[in-house]
């Protein structure tokens, strides 16, 4: 499901996930290699028109991944290792964008918040939500997760 049905679902979750994004304007992605093995990539990434989308540069490795398997985990960034912040993971499958008014609107996006204008040819990916969590430790010690299956569902973790 596109970002702002997911908000719309369960928007305690994604706007945990959305001001972790914004808070660093890079997200940590997992896709899947050729072979099999795991990929894991920093990439930047902006909210446009009820989307969340990454822009990749042509035929770059974790791009040709996503056009030959769409998964995808994309996890915030995480500062330090006390957890105090929260980390935020999705999960889902990524769809390449091809329609040059979505295109442009993510050209302007991304041009406004960096002052660098992304020049074609590019790949450009919305990220759809299958199922998202988040996990924060510190003094708050709690986890969420959701799906369209069972909706969210909330636990707290005990001090160790």
């Given amino acids: 499901m596109r970002w702002d049905d997911f908000a719309n679902a369960c928007p305690e979750l994604a706007g945990l996930g959305e001001e972790r994004f914004r808070k660093h304007e890079v997200m940590l992605l997992g896709t899947l290699r050729k072979n099999g093995w795991p990929r894991i990539t920093p990439v930047e990434m902006d909210f446009v028109d009820g989307e969340l989308m990454i822009g990749m540069m042509w035929r770059s490795p974790?791009?040709?991944?996503?056009?030959?398997?769409?998964?995808?985990?994309?996890?915030?960034?995480?500062?330090?290792?006390?957890?105090a912040e929260g980390d935020?993971?999705?999960?889902?499958?990524?769809?390449?964008?091809?329609?040059?008014?979505?295109?442009?609107?993510?050209?302007?996006?991304?041009?406004?918040?960096?002052?660098?204008?992304?020049?074609?040819?590019?790949?450009?990916?919305?990220?759809?939500?299958?199922?998202?969590?988040?996990?924060?430790?510190?003094?708050?010690?709690?986890?969420?997760?959701?799906?369209?299956?069972r909706g969210l569902r909330r636990w707290r973790q005990r001090p160790e």
């Fill in 62 to 83: 974790k791009a040709l991944d996503l056009l030959r398997d769409p998964r995808f985990v994309a996890h915030s960034i995480v500062t330090n290792r006390s957890g």
């Fill in 88 to 149: 935020f993971k999705l999960y889902g499958r990524a769809r390449a964008v091809e329609d040059a008014d979505i295109r442009a609107a993510y050209s302007a996006a991304i041009t406004a918040r960096t002052e660098w204008e992304p020049t074609e040819p590019y790949h450009l990916f919305a990220l759809d939500v299958d199922s998202a969590g988040f996990v924060i430790f510190g003094e708050e010690r709690y986890g969420l997760a959701w799906d369209s299956e």
